[in-house]
């Protein structure tokens, strides 16, 4: 190995702790809304609606615990953002399930924040809180006071890493934990799509705050883009 090639390495290495430490120190928040509360959506704040489907199909064994979504990370507004941003978790999934070497879950995610423009970074997932990653997103969207917006449906997919120039699903530290777990190792990919035939009557039928009168709008997040060396370095 080249003293270019330890070099970098060790960059990689340091910037992964240096982002996991950030996120350690992140905002943790509840959801917006809860799973048969019928609550009002708040008029100061506005809400936003995502569907996320995580498939796991790297180091899927009896022997290890399912892959599973933990929340989402939020940077923002623009012009006061949180010094390292907010993890917005989640409930229980709608449902998780193992089969022909695929992790299955579906999930509801509900965030709700003042009135603003944000970035949705990653989706964080862990297995069995003791491997950590969080899926590059990267897109931009907005909070409108007393609003509910449906930004889309992530479809979130970790795989064996093929190539070093993916990048990986974790950071490579502690190393046996991510290693066994499958993050050092694999990688993610996400598709954003709109599937308000199916979400939105998820959400209506999970949330009682969201009344049949309840207006929610389309503001679907931007196709997926591998993130830059500079956005990789930001997740935790």
């Known amino acids: 190995m080249t003293s270019t090639t330890t070099h970098a390495a060790l960059w990689r290495g340091i910037a992964a ?3 996991t430490l950030l996120a350690a120190c992140a905002t943790s ?22 569907g996320v489907t995580l498939v796991n199909t790297f180091r899927v064994s009896p022997l290890i615990a399912p892959i599973e979504t933990v929340g989402v990370f939020i940077d923002g507004p623009q012009g006061h953002p949180e010094p390292h941003g907010r993890l917005v978790n989640v409930e229980k999934p709608l449902s998780r399930t193992t089969a022909d070497g695929r992790q299955i ?22 297995v069995a ?16 006071a007393g609003h509910v917006a449906y930004l889309g449906h992530l479809d979130v997919l970790r795989r064996e890493r093929k190539a070093d120039s993916e990048t990986p699903a974790g950071a490579s530290l502690p190393f046996f934990d991510q290693w066994y ?3 050092s190792t694999g990688t993610f990919e996400v598709a954003i799509r709109d599937a308000a035939d199916v979400d ?26 591998r993130p830059t060396a500079a956005e990789a370095a930001e997740l935790p």
Do not use: H
């Open 105 to 126: 879950e579906e999930q509801t995610v509900t965030i709700g924040l003042p009135p603003g423009k944000y970035r949705l970074r990653c989706v964080q997932t862990t």
């Open 17 to 19: 702790v240096a982002a």
């Open 181 to 183: 777990s499958g993050y």
């Open 129 to 144: 809180r003791v491997g950590w990653g969080c899926a590059p997103v990267f897109a931009d969207f907005e909070i409108v």
């Open 200 to 225: 939105l009557p998820r959400f209506r039928s999970r949330y009682p705050a969201l009344k049949a009168d309840t207006v929610i709008g389309s503001a679907v997040l931007p196709p997926w883009r």
């Open 29 to 50: 928040v509840p959801p917006a809304l809860k799973e048969g509360a019928a609550d009002t959506v708040p008029v100061d704040n506005g809400v936003a609606l995502l």
